[in-house]
């Protein structure tokens, strides 16, 4: 059996032994960028049966036309956005996910760091020193905000929310949730973080909006470590810029991989390239779970994570 990886992941060598073990005639994308969507399809044509693909591949109704022979595609990330899903199983064709929980203490700690360089206002201090700009100590410079005693609002209370919530305790911090213990609105209003944690569905679109940026207490911040569509970034863009709200700590846009124009000149913006899952251990762990999603699937077993 013959499978397509979209581009080569890290520890390649270490994570694909189980298929060559198995002995799948592996083709892996030779180049060190992106694959596009043509070069994609030309390849699906040769008929492959599994196929490893990344987060920025848009698996749609259009491409499996071209992807007769396939039965797994087993997605290097925890999100599965970029795949139609139900598209796939009408083909019978299996998807799989990478749901760890390195990547999620990963992701946890993007979000932490996210909170803490807003808060403290690292980015900015930064840059002022990289520009000499600094004279000499001075009482006023960067005063940023306490974070102890202070209310972070989890929206999305997962694997993910509850390893950033675990880690408010050291912190000293208070935690609310939306869901099952109170509604968004009161956890807007609550809360001095908003930690998105949720995944991008049509229901999550633009869960945060001009509707709601309102209620949120004018010094709080918004981190975003889920998807760029939970927000409605020309909204939040408006909210920043009115004082409406304090920050934005994100890793990840609404046109990936375009931030909204308006977000560089913002002095309150910490933006990062959707790294959140960036970690040796994580990323290792993906390529191994992607992998054995692959090897269970074309032997015609339920793969681990196997997404109904
Ligand atoms: C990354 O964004 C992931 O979903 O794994
Ligand atoms: C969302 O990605 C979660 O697992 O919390």
């Not at 994570?15 to 030779?30: F, R």
């Not at 020193?129 to 306490?146: K, L, S, T």
């Not at 001095?192 to 940026?213: G, R």
């Not at 308006?262 to 762990?285: C, F, K, Q």
């Amino acid at each position: 059996m013959k499978l397509f990886v979209t581009r080569k992941i890290p520890f390649w060598e270490e994570v694909s032994k189980p298929l060559l073990d198995a002995g799948y005639e592996i083709t892996v994308y030779p180049n060190n960028r992106r694959i596009e969507r043509g070069e994609l399809v030309a390849e699906l044509e040769k008929g492959y049966e599994g196929l490893l693909c990344l987060l920025t591949e848009k698996i749609d109704e259009e491409l499996l036309l071209h992807a007769g022979n396939l039965k797994i595609v087993a997605n290097y990330a925890v999100g599965f956005d970029n795949i139609d899903v139900p598209a796939c199983q009408r083909k019978n064709i299996m998807v799989t996910n990478t749901p760890s929980d390195k990547v999620n203490e990963s992701v946890a700690e993007h979000a932490w760091a996210l909170m803490l360089a807003l808060t403290r206002r690292i980015v900015e201090a930064h840059e002022f020193m990289r520009n000499a700009a600094y004279e000499g100590w001075e009482p006023e410079i960067f005063v940023g905000q306490d974070m102890v005693d202070k209310t972070l609002g989890i929206v999305g209370m997962g694997r993910i929310g509850s390893m950033v919530a675990k880690r408010a305790e050291g912190w000293g911090m208070k935690v609310v949730s939306a869901g099952k213990e109170g509604s968004l609105e009161d956890l807007l209003k609550q809360s001095d973080y908003v930690s998105l944690h949720v995944p991008l569905t049509a229901e999550t679109k633009h869960l945060i909006n001009a509707k709601n940026l309102p209620l949120f207490k004018k010094t709080a911040f918004l981190i975003n470590t889920a998807r760029g569509p939970v927000v409605d970034e020309v909204e939040v863009v408006e909210a920043l810029r009115a004082g409406i709200i304090a920050g934005y700590g994100t890793d990840v846009y609404e046109n990936e991989p375009h931030p909204n124009p308006e977000m560089l000149g913002l002095p309150n913006v910490v933006m990062t390239p959707h790294i959140a899952s960036a970690t040796v251990a994580a990323r290792r762990d993906m390529g191994e779970i992607a992998v054995r999603n692959l090897v269970e699937g074309l032997v015609g077993r339920v793969p681990p994570n196997l997404v109904r």
